[in-house]
């Protein structure tokens, strides 16, 4: 009796899946069959009422997306205005060689990353695991006074899958980025901008084949930083404080195919936060190479979040359901590895991690960085 009061009750579809370890094999296979119907619609063969679970992967690429376009800026503002890069401003030749020596005024970077990120379950969110696999290519150019312009791309695919909703999507992300810095002694100011758009395809289990969907989605993005460089001989201190914003959205979708097939309206999220740390780093000089190691850890503030919400519909039915966010306090941590082979040419590795209270990110990566 336990075991129908389960499987036919008014519990959620997420209790449900967390449960179905517990029982026969037979249990869950009728949950794949009945899943979401009351037992008065089973009675009568009604059609089953959309459920908030029925989205979960599409409540997922909607968070994704913006935590790829916020990876985007906030490795920018690491680039300019610390680690080798802030060096080079303060000692261009680097080993000591004058400060008015005329640095390289053009600088290219190409990059490869990937990113593993897990969201626990809240509210009606199963939770997800991501992967995302992706490159990114920039050109940037000191003017005079000080001022730094530059473009660049960012080329992502993320696997996302949701195990306890049976669900999986996909994301492809381009990003398209203008940046800038503005150096004034040791004091540096960035911003970045940041557009992208994606293209999403969800596919959910329903235990009579698949449910599909395929639509678009888009991201926009600006980050302000301001840094202080404190140099101490070959070692040196970073204090950053900045801002963050990023809005997303997300198109309606008809899902095509399988059993109960839902259609959803659009979902726009916004989110904005203050991110305030300090980088720490020392370089060595050797056979006229310099090698540079460098940690940061930052606070993370996420004083606006607004997740929006979409309305589910199966036939005349429909429901609403409230999107997913962050917890409003974290910390932000990393390193970095570079080797600069010559006055010309720079190879790195970073990883850059982030620390929710639902969310964990680590983000690894591989660039080659030229100065002319």
Do not use: C
Request: proline share 3%; glycine share 12%; aromatic share 10%.
């Amino acid at each position: 009796m336990n075991l129908l009061s389960d499987l036919f009750g008014e519990r959620s579809q997420v209790t449900w899946l967390r449960r179905a370890g517990r029982h026969r094999p037979a249990a869950f296979l009728v949950w794949l069959m009945t899943a979401g119907v009351p037992t008065s619609a089973l009675a009568a063969s009604a059609p089953r009422q959309p459920l908030p679970a029925d989205i979960n992967a599409d409540l997922a690429a909607g968070i994704a997306s913006l935590d790829l376009t916020s990876n985007f800026l906030e490795r920018w503002g690491q680039q300019v205005s610390g680690g080798p890069n802030g060096a080079w401003k303060n000692n261009p030749e680097g080993g000591g060689a004058s400060e008015t020596t005329e640095a390289p005024r053009f600088r290219s970077w190409v990059e490869a990353y990937g990113v593993a990120a897990t969201n626990a379950a809240q509210a009606n969110f199963a939770g997800d695991r991501r992967q995302t696999y992706g490159s990114v290519a920039g050109l940037s150019a000191r003017l005079t006074g000080g001022i730094s312009l530059g473009v660049s791309i960012d080329q992502s695919s993320t696997a996302i899958n949701v195990p306890m909703a049976l669900q999986s999507a996909k994301l492809d992300l381009t990003q398209l980025g203008i940046q800038g810095s503005i150096d004034k002694g040791p004091w540096t100011w960035a911003f970045a901008l940041v557009h992208g758009i994606g293209r999403i395809g969800s596919t959910r289990d329903t235990g009579f084949g698949s449910a599909e969907a395929n639509y678009h989605g888009q991201v926009d993005g600006a980050l302000t930083e301001l840094s202080y460089y404190w140099s101490l001989d070959q070692s040196r201190i970073v204090p950053k404080a900045a801002l963050e914003y990023v809005h997303a959205s997300t198109d309606a979708f008809q899902e095509t195919g399988g059993f109960g097939a839902v259609a959803a309206s659009g979902i726009s999220m916004e989110r904005a936060r203050l991110l305030a740390g300090v980088e720490v780093g020392h370089y060595w000089i050797f056979d006229q190479k310099v090698l540079d190691l460098l940690a940061y850890g930052k606070f993370v503030d996420n004083f606006v979040q607004n997740v929006g919400s979409a309305t589910v519909s199966l036939g005349p039915q429909t429901i609403t359901v409230q999107g997913i966010g962050e917890s409003q306090y974290g910390a932000d941590a990393g390193a970095s590895a570079s080797l600069n082979i010559n006055r010309s040419a720079r190879v790195y590795v970073n990883y850059d991690g982030k620390f929710r209270t639902t969310m964990q990110s680590h983000q690894g990566t591989l660039g080659v960085e030229l100065k002319w």
